[in-house]
């Protein structure tokens, strides 16, 4: 969710597509690097924007904001199931810093409004990411309250202890792309079941991060249970910063309690100071308090937090 703003005094339009073409998507990437170098933290995942920019998927769309025939800003909506019968629609938009205070974000939430009415979504999610100024107050212009915190931790100094050894019976070795896709999406959802988003991954969210420039199948650890696929430590390594982030880790549920995500994530110390990486960071859903305390056990510490808003979303009367 970007800066709140004033009201609209420029002309505004809205358009609500379901995939961005070449031109369109080299213009929103532009408008998101913009921000980012602005505002010091990015305004949208690359979880989400990935899809839409690689061919779109059904259940996403793009709304964008054009003043005086300039993109001005940018949401991206996907829709994620809330239970067998309710769904959600999830936001996150971002307005270039030279359009803000103009209206364009009040005009981006009441297109997504609009837009969750017309695809018969329950909530509306809207992410602020780093605690931007100003995102507080457009939620409760827009009655939207806090749902959900995404905690970022930072390690300052990569520990050089010893690794523990994994219970018996069970073996780390690297991931195999083109062999372990499926063995994989499969524990992740497992291990997920009940996170929001990680828990729903699909064949294309797999594919399109093996593609990414960043991945390397070296940096995504896994552990065997024989032929079996019980755990991984998936590790996302920026040389320009020395930094290595634990980008998921899961673990089978047949062995939580046996300090398999501890003993892992020590394993992804131990890879990333091999790497040259100096420092760590991870994403932690506030709730996830067993993960917490394993992170805190290890030296991480809260860097800051992301929030959710969400408010319901009410179907329009008939005409």
């Not at 300052?156 to 050894?165: E, F, G, K, R, T």
């Not at 079941?193 to 650890?221: C, I, K, S």
């Not at 980008?247 to 939580?256: A, D, F």
């Not at 990486?277 to 030296?299: E, F, I, K, P, W």
Request: proline share 4%; with cysteine.
């Amino acid at each position: 969710m970007p800066h709140a703003d004033a009201a609209p005094h420029t002309s505004q339009a809205i358009q609500v597509v379901g995939a961005l073409d070449e031109s369109t998507l080299a213009a929103v990437q532009s408008l998101i690097k913009v921000a980012e170098e602005h505002d010091g933290a990015g305004a949208i995942g690359e979880h989400k924007f990935l899809r839409l920019g690689n061919g779109g998927a059904a259940a996403t769309s793009a709304l964008l904001a054009y003043a005086d025939g300039a993109l001005a800003g940018y949401g991206h909506a996907q829709a994620f199931p809330i239970s067998a019968t309710q769904r959600r629609l999830a936001l996150e938009m971002v307005v270039h810093p030279a359009f803000r205070r103009r209206g364009i974000g009040s005009g981006l939430v009441r297109a997504s409004l609009e837009l969750a009415r017309a695809e018969h979504a329950d909530r509306l999610d809207a992410w602020a990411y780093n605690g931007m100024s100003g995102t507080r107050e457009l939620a409760r212009r827009f009655a939207f309250t806090q749902q959900r915190l995404l905690l970022e931790i930072r390690l300052a100094d990569l520990p050089s202890a010893p690794v523990p050894a994994l219970p018996a019976g069970l073996e780390p070795r690297a991931f195999r792309p083109g062999e372990d896709d499926a063995a994989w999406l499969a524990l992740n959802n497992l291990a997920f079941a009940w996170h929001p988003e990680q828990g729903h991954w699909d064949a294309q969210d797999v594919a399109l991060r093996l593609r990414e420039p960043w991945f390397r199948a070296g940096d995504f650890l896994l552990v065997t249970r024989g032929t079996e696929l019980v755990a991984f430590n998936w590790l996302k390594l920026d040389e320009t910063n020395a930094n290595g982030e634990v980008y998921v880790i899961g673990v089978h549920p047949s062995l939580q309690g046996q300090r398999v995500g501890q003993i892992l994530t020590s394993l992804g110390f131990q890879h990333m100071r091999a790497r040259g990486m100096t420092h760590a960071s991870a994403y932690v859903d506030a709730t996830n308090s067993a993960a917490l305390r394993m992170y805190y056990r290890l030296g991480f510490v809260i860097h800051h937090a992301d929030v959710c808003w969400a408010r319901t979303v009410v179907e329009a009367s008939p005409a």
